[in-house]
């Protein structure tokens, strides 16, 4: 039994570790109410060896990171940049675009999109957007808006996330063993997640047992 | 939090007080970097570094001399040496590099690039720009000042190089440091590291120069 026991966690300590966490990276109009140092000091201490982020090669090839968020922009990017966390960019060529809708539906979804931004403004630091009610909240809030502007769109959302697993799988199979750190859009986490636990050779880990 | 890189020991070298104040502000809440101390002469440089940790020294002296490098290597061997230049003029770097300088660095570079510097200075690597490093890697070899590894070519390899090895070798050879290889190859750093422990071995090189000096040697700096 207790021989048993040894060669689980000989074996657990093996599999690549990956953490997925989620960011509300979508508003990077919005001032992010909480210090990004914080966040910076959290990946710091992580100190992932691969770093997944919804970005696409080419704009990571290019250095074009205007149009980022905030939070990969002004923090994990310069972090990366300057440590030996290596940064994955698993987006697909083309992202799809944010739901939108006409008549009721695209008021509705104006409305949703507010209260995502205030579950922003409102966020105290940013383990409260990774995990807790304002991330599941948060989660809620973009499913029904994806359902709001049709199955065409939700479609693509569902194709964009898959697309975003598949890659961290094959960062996984390429370099076994490793900790990884994915950084994405809260309403990937919750598909991401058990679609990477699903492999023997991945153990998905809450961020703070990465 | 199992297997997380160790932070690098840092001493800042320089003879004035405010410039070693300075660098100690600048540098000191940088991730992955430990400032262990800041000394104006040799004797304090050996005094702050750990044992068995990765350790660098950034060397502030303009212009940078080769006896300095000299002595401080032979105070802390261990130790990356990082020196800090006006310009990468080849004239100047090569004689720094010659006299066991790890790399240098531009006065004009960001933070960022500096703490990267550090990082890399701390575990052996050559710190200059993939182009002067490069430049540089073909001047020392060939010149006779460096020793040769075992292996005379290629062919002589009791091991042969694996396709990722052999990738791995070519942008050593260009002077990227791990970092920027794992970045290139969109790999860990800790597997970078383990391909070039298997490189050196394969080669039967000491050391991280000897065995980027073979491979410019044998042309597999050369991009593809």
């Given at each position: 039994m207790g021989t048993n026991v040894a060669n689980h966690a000989s074996h657990d300590d093996q599999r690549t570790r990956v953490a997925v966490v989620g960011t509300l990276a979508e508003f990077h109009r919005e001032p992010i109410p909480y210090n990004l140092g914080a966040l910076v000091q959290l990946v710091s201490e992580l100190r992932p060896d691969l770093l997944c982020l919804d970005l696409t090669p080419e704009k990571w090839q290019r250095g074009d990171f205007d149009g980022l968020p905030p939070e990969y922009r002004e923090a994990l990017l310069p972090l990366s940049h300057q440590t030996d966390i290596v940064v994955v960019p698993?987006?697909?060529?083309h992202p799809p675009a944010e739901p939108s809708g006409e008549g009721w539906r695209g008021r509705a979804i104006a409305v949703l999109r507010r209260w995502l931004a205030y579950l922003q403004r409102t966020a105290p630091n940013p383990a409260a957007v990774v995990e807790g009610p304002r991330h599941h909240l948060a989660d809620l809030l973009y499913e029904a808006m994806a359902w709001l502007a049709g199955p065409e769109t939700y479609r693509a959302w569902k194709a964009h996330t898959d697309y975003l697993s598949r890659q961290v799988l094959e960062v996984a199979r390429r370099d076994p063993g490793r900790r990884i750190l994915v950084a994405v859009n809260l309403r990937h986490c919750h598909h991401i997640r058990p679609t990477l636990a699903r492999h023997p050779g991945i153990r998905v880990v809450p961020y703070t047992q990465l | 939090m199992p297997g997380t890189m160790a932070d690098t020991h840092l001493v800042i070298f320089a003879h004035a007080a405010l410039h070693r104040e300075a660098w100690r502000a600048l540098l000191s809440g940088q991730p992955g970097i430990r400032l262990a101390g800041a000394a104006g002469d040799l004797a304090a440089v050996t005094s702050f570094l750990p044992a068995g940790q990765p350790g660098a020294v950034l060397v502030d002296q303009s212009p940078p001399r080769p006896d300095l490098v000299r002595r401080l290597k032979a105070a802390v061997s261990d130790c990356g040496l990082l020196l800090l230049v006006n310009t990468y003029d080849l004239g100047e770097v090569i004689p720094l590099l010659q006299a066991g300088a790890t790399g240098c660095i531009s006065r004009d570079s960001p933070v960022g690039d500096l703490a990267r510097g550090i990082i890399a200075a701390g575990r052996g690597e050559i710190v200059l720009p993939p182009p002067i490093a490069g430049r540089a890697l073909a001047a020392l070899a060939r010149g006779e000042s460096v020793g040769e590894p075992g292996a005379g070519s290629v062919a002589d390899l009791v091991e042969p190089l694996s396709d990722r090895e052999a990738e791995v070798l070519r942008l050593l050879a260009q002077g990227l440091t791990n970092k920027d290889m794992a970045q290139t190859l969109i790999l860990s750093v800790r597997t970078v590291e383990a391909h070039l422990r298997s490189i050196y071995g394969k080669l039967g090189a000491r050391s991280r120069t000897e065995a980027a000096l073979w491979a410019v040697k044998h042309g597999h700096g050369l991009p593809e």
């Amino acid at each position: 039994m207790g021989t048993n026991v040894a060669n689980h966690a000989s074996h657990d300590d093996q599999r690549t570790r990956v953490a997925v966490v989620g960011t509300l990276a979508e508003f990077h109009r919005e001032p992010i109410p909480y210090n990004l140092g914080a966040l910076v000091q959290l990946v710091s201490e992580l100190r992932p060896d691969l770093l997944c982020l919804d970005l696409t090669p080419e704009k990571w090839q290019r250095g074009d990171f205007d149009g980022l968020p905030p939070e990969y922009r002004e923090a994990l990017l310069p972090l990366s940049h300057q440590t030996d966390i290596v940064v994955v960019p698993i987006a697909g060529q083309h992202p799809p675009a944010e739901p939108s809708g006409e008549g009721w539906r695209g008021r509705a979804i104006a409305v949703l999109r507010r209260w995502l931004a205030y579950l922003q403004r409102t966020a105290p630091n940013p383990a409260a957007v990774v995990e807790g009610p304002r991330h599941h909240l948060a989660d809620l809030l973009y499913e029904a808006m994806a359902w709001l502007a049709g199955p065409e769109t939700y479609r693509a959302w569902k194709a964009h996330t898959d697309y975003l697993s598949r890659q961290v799988l094959e960062v996984a199979r390429r370099d076994p063993g490793r900790r990884i750190l994915v950084a994405v859009n809260l309403r990937h986490c919750h598909h991401i997640r058990p679609t990477l636990a699903r492999h023997p050779g991945i153990r998905v880990v809450p961020y703070t047992q990465l | 939090m199992p297997g997380t890189m160790a932070d690098t020991h840092l001493v800042i070298f320089a003879h004035a007080a405010l410039h070693r104040e300075a660098w100690r502000a600048l540098l000191s809440g940088q991730p992955g970097i430990r400032l262990a101390g800041a000394a104006g002469d040799l004797a304090a440089v050996t005094s702050f570094l750990p044992a068995g940790q990765p350790g660098a020294v950034l060397v502030d002296q303009s212009p940078p001399r080769p006896d300095l490098v000299r002595r401080l290597k032979a105070a802390v061997s261990d130790c990356g040496l990082l020196l800090l230049v006006n310009t990468y003029d080849l004239g100047e770097v090569i004689p720094l590099l010659q006299a066991g300088a790890t790399g240098c660095i531009s006065r004009d570079s960001p933070v960022g690039d500096l703490a990267r510097g550090i990082i890399a200075a701390g575990r052996g690597e050559i710190v200059l720009p993939p182009p002067i490093a490069g430049r540089a890697l073909a001047a020392l070899a060939r010149g006779e000042s460096v020793g040769e590894p075992g292996a005379g070519s290629v062919a002589d390899l009791v091991e042969p190089l694996s396709d990722r090895e052999a990738e791995v070798l070519r942008l050593l050879a260009q002077g990227l440091t791990n970092k920027d290889m794992a970045q290139t190859l969109i790999l860990s750093v800790r597997t970078v590291e383990a391909h070039l422990r298997s490189i050196y071995g394969k080669l039967g090189a000491r050391s991280r120069t000897e065995a980027a000096l073979w491979a410019v040697k044998h042309g597999h700096g050369l991009p593809e």
